[in-house]
């Protein structure tokens, strides 16, 4: 039964079982890792490329394979 909890990451396309789910997309899931490499990047949005601080939410953007505001488009992440 390998590979039975995970899922596949919209942006690098591996497999992974932790991430965040992005209930707006069938079968739509970012990796931890992904998200992690957004993070050290300087959680730049891809929209308006200013930082997402702590206080706004999280989105990812599907198309350009990587985070931003929720509020510029972003589909919202869960854990
Ligand atoms: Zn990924
Ligand atoms: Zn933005």
């Given at each position: 039964m390998?590979?039975?909890?995970?899922?596949?990451?919209?942006?690098c396309?591996?497999?992974?079982?932790?991430g965040f789910r992005v209930?707006?997309?069938?079968?739509g899931f970012v990796c931890g890792d992904c998200y992690q490499r957004w993070?050290?990047?300087?959680r730049k949005c891809?929209?308006?490329?200013?930082?997402v601080t702590g206080a706004q939410e999280v989105g990812a953007f599907v198309e350009q394979r990587t985070l931003g505001h929720a509020?510029?488009?972003?589909?919202?992440?869960?854990?």
């Open positions: 390998l590979g039975l909890f995970k899922k596949t990451c919209m942006f396309d591996g497999t992974a079982a932790k209930p707006d997309r069938k079968k993070l050290s990047a300087g891809t929209a308006c490329e200013t930082p509020d510029c488009g972003g589909l919202r992440l869960f854990r």
